[in-house]
C-alpha cells in the first residue's frame, strides 16, 4: 500500500498545484486500507524465464461466519486477482506495460455437499483474451479456501514487456468482489466489514531465477 501511495505522490509533486488533490486521494486510499483488514499477504515471488513472468503469491485469510452462512444458503462468491507491472518514467505517470487478472468463484454444492472451485484466468494483454477455465471439487472448505489462496506460477507478462536493466513496479491485488453478487444482496452487505476482504501490495519488481534452473521442480498451476 505504501509503494502504492509513494509512486503516485512522485508523479503528484511534479505538479504542486495539485497536491491537494492528490492529498485528498491519499486520505481515501488510507480509509479503503483500514476496511481491507481481513487478509494478509503471505508471500510474493516473481521469476522470469525465456518465454514469460511469473507470479507465485500466497494470500491468508479466514471467512466470517456471516459470508460462509451465504455460501451454504446457495450464494456463490468471487475472488479476483490482479497484477499490473509498470515501467518508472521520471517526466510524467510510470506507464503500464504489463498485466494479468483471475477470477475465482467459489459455491458450495447442497446434493453433493462439497465445495466447487472455478478459476477463469488469462493474460490481459494477449490478443485472443487467453482465457482458460479450471474447476476442482472438495470435501471441505478449508481446502477450497486453501486453493484459492494460492497463486502459484501465474503468467503475468510476456518476456518482451518487462525491459532488462529498467526499474519496474508491482502492483498485487486480491479482493472479494462483491460486484459479482446478487443485486439484492449487494445492497444488504455494502459497507459491512466481514465483506471486506482485500489485500494488495505495491513494491520493486524483483525477478529472481526460475527454480528449475535451480535443479528443482517448478511451481504448476493446479
Known amino acids: 500500500m505504501m509503494g502504492f501511495i509513494t509512486r503516485y505522490w512522485k508523479n503528484a509533486a511534479l505538479e504542486p498545484g495539485r497536491r491537494?488533490?492528490?492529498?485528498?486521494?491519499l486520505c481515501v486510499m488510507l480509509w479503503q486500507a483500514s476496511l481491507a483488514g481481513a487478509a494478509e499477504l503471505g508471500q510474493l515471488r516473481t521469476?522470469?524465464?525465456?518465454?514469460?513472468?511469473?507470479?507465485?503469491?500466497?494470500?491468508?485469510?479466514e471467512l466470517p461466519a456471516v459470508v460462509e452462512e451465504a455460501l451454504l444458503k446457495?450464494?456463490?462468491?468471487?475472488?479476483?486477482?490482479?497484477?499490473?507491472?509498470?515501467?518508472?518514467?521520471?517526466?510524467?505517470?510510470?506507464?503500464?506495460v504489463a498485466g494479468a487478472a483471475r477470477t475465482i468463484r467459489l459455491a458450495y454444492q447442497p446434493l453433493t455437499r462439497r465445495w466447487r472451485v472455478n478459476i477463469a484466468?488469462?493474460?490481459?494483454?494477449s490478443a485472443q483474451g487467453g482465457r482458460a477455465?479450471?474447476?476442482?471439487n472438495y470435501d471441505t472448505l478449508a481446502e477450497a479456501l486453501s486453493a484459492i489462496e494460492r497463486v502459484a506460477r501465474w503468467k503475468i507478462a510476456e518476456p518482451g514487456e518487462v525491459e532488462p536493466g529498467?526499474?519496474?513496479?508491482?502492483?498485487?491485488?486480491?479482493?472479494?468482489d462483491l460486484t459479482q453478487l446478487p443485486r439484492p444482496f449487494q445492497i444488504g452487505v455494502?459497507?459491512?466489514?466481514?465483506?471486506?476482504?482485500a489485500v494488495e501490495l505495491t513494491q520493486r519488481l524483483r525477478l529472481e531465477t526460475p527454480r528449475s534452473a535451480e535443479g528443482k521442480e517448478p511451481l504448476s498451476e493446479k
Open 190 to 197: 455494502a459497507g459491512q466489514r466481514d465483506w471486506a476482504i
Open 20 to 25: 491537494c488533490a492528490w492529498g485528498w486521494l
Open 121 to 125: 484466468a488469462g493474460h490481459s494483454n
Open 47 to 61: 521469476e522470469r524465464s525465456d518465454d514469460s513472468v511469473f507470479l507465485t503469491a500466497s494470500v491468508k485469510f
Open 166 to 176: 529498467s526499474p519496474h513496479t508491482l502492483d498485487f491485488r486480491f479482493r472479494l
Open 74 to 96: 446457495g450464494i456463490p462468491l468471487f475472488f479476483v486477482v490482479e497484477a499490473d507491472i509498470y515501467r518508472d518514467r521520471w517526466y510524467w505517470m510510470d506507464k503500464r
Open 133 to 136: 477455465t479450471l474447476n476442482q
